[in-house]
């Protein structure tokens, strides 16, 4: 009787020796680039308490009560973040937005979650590839900090974490490790806190420059001299 097992060692030596002679139109396409969809929602309104105010002993009117706008921000129809503020287009793949987060404000001992709607740090969003990445911009204070961007460049008053403390003039540039410009403008903390803290940056185009202004104090202007964008935008990255 015959046999037949040797058929399928057979079969894979003529696919290891015939098949990369094979027409191209008979090999297997590769795959192709898969294809996101990154968007921003409608504005939605929310309740925000600044840092430090002190909540009223009874809920305030709708029409009284401080609000922070958000909206939802999706991958491929996915909501992978809540957001707040304007985008930042950085490249034509690329963008910045802020993050808006829900904090647990309950103390040790409270029976029920408070939670509280708060601004938080930077995000970066490719388009193509549908990764977004936290940025870590020195020095950056949620409560603080009030980021005006310029191409790959972020200007801002940032609050120093060492003892000394100290309020900074800070341009951050994306992908560099250390800020293009940290100079120490005031104090901080300060004992009467200002609010805002820095009036919002002003930037030149030729030569790129910028001015940060504390409230109350005097305006310092720093000429931007940096190195090309080591924006890192790789093709070969994609979210699950």
């Known amino acids: 009787m015959q046999t037949f097992r040797l058929a399928p060692v057979r079969l894979l030596v003529w696919m290891l020796v015939f098949a ?3 027409p191209p139109s ?15 929602g409608g504005i939605r309104k929310v309740p925000y308490t600044p840092p430090g105010a002190v909540p009223a002993a009874s809920p305030a009117k709708p029409a009284d009560a401080l609000t922070m ?25 690329s963008f910045t937005i802020r993050r808006a987060m829900r904090l647990n404000d309950q103390l040790p001992g409270e029976d029920a979650a408070r939670w509280s709607w708060q601004p938080g740090p930077w995000l970066l969003v490719d388009r193509s590839t549908g ?7 020195p020095d950056f204070d949620d409560a603080v900090s009030e980021a005006v961007w310029f191409r790959d460049y972020a200007a801002y008053c940032g609050t120093g974490t060492t ?13 560099a490790r250390r800020a ?21 940056a002003q930037w030149q185009r030729t030569p790129i420059r910028v001015t940060l202004q504390p ?8 000429d931007v001299v940096g190195a090309a964008s080591l924006i890192e935008e790789g093709d070969d990255v994609e979210e699950p």
């Open 20 to 22: 990369p002679l094979s």
């Open 26 to 40: 008979l090999r297997a396409a590769p795959a192709a680039a898969k294809v996101h969809i990154v968007a921003l």
């Open 69 to 93: 706008k958000v909206r939802a921000l999706t991958v491929d129809g996915r909501q992978k973040e809540w957001t707040t503020g304007e985008a930042h287009d950085v490249t034509d793949r």
């Open 131 to 137: 990764r977004i990445t936290a940025l870590h911009l």
């Open 163 to 175: 003892a000394k403390g100290g309020l900074f003039a800070i341009v951050a540039q994306l992908g």
């Open 180 to 200: 293009v410009v940290q100079k120490q403008i005031g104090k901080w903390p300060q004992a009467t806190p200002l609010e805002p803290v820095c009036k919002p």
């Open 215 to 222: 409230t109350g104090g005097e305006a310092a202007t720093f």
